[in-house]
């Protein structure tokens, strides 16, 4: 397992994911229901999703000639660079529709939740596509989950003092240019793989 790969997916997902509408979710269900049940919830769900997302990413780094997949996953990080950089403050109360009690019955809301509001999104999609491009199955599934329950926790136990302090929109460019980074560099790596 590659450490750099780990640290480089972890990096990317945490500023992707930091003030976005998971981590939103995450602080509104914590004011509603008690912290533990909504962090197992949401991890259990990150993790599904990411071993989901990493299985799609290997099959594709065994199946399509390395640089079709680094061309097409440096378009998708610019693409999402550009969709986070536009992106605003506008998360949506999904805790709303939560209206659970008890322990287990707030964890499975909270694991539906997050399925509903990650399946196939940046984030996943982020995920399938550096599995396939640097074939590091494991390396992305630690640095990729690690990275979004660390959001998740932070969410959960101080993400409403954190959004206060830091503007959201510096949240957003950062994750947009670290997005951008990742798709120069698979661009490049795709130009070489195929000269």
Request: glycine fraction near 12%; aromatic fraction near 8%.
């Amino acid at each position: 397992m590659s450490p750099t790969t780990a640290a480089s997916a972890f990096a990317l997902l945490f500023l992707a994911e930091l003030g976005d509408k998971t981590q939103l979710v995450a602080m509104s269900l914590a004011h509603r229901h008690r912290a533990g049940p909504v962090l197992v919830g949401i991890c259990a769900a990150f993790l599904a999703l990411d071993v989901l997302a990493v299985a799609v990413g290997a099959a594709l780094y065994q199946l399509v000639p390395e640089a079709a997949i680094l061309l097409v996953a440096g378009l998708l990080f610019l693409g999402f660079g550009v969709h986070i950089w536009r992106a605003g403050d506008d998360a949506e109360d999904a805790a709303e529709a939560v209206a659970a009690s008890g322990w287990w019955r707030v964890a499975a809301a909270s694991f539906g939740l997050i399925v509903v509001a990650e399946l196939g999104d940046k984030t996943q999609l982020a995920l399938v596509a550096m599995a396939a491009a640097t074939g590091e199955t494991w390396a992305v599934l630690v640095g990729g989950t690690l990275a979004l329950w660390a959001v998740s926790a932070l969410g959960v136990a101080v993400g409403a003092t954190l959004l206060r302090r830091l503007p959201a929109v510096w949240v957003h460019r950062g994750a947009a240019v670290l997005f951008f980074a990742f798709g120069g560099w698979a661009l490049l790596r795709a130009g070489g793989a195929i000269g």
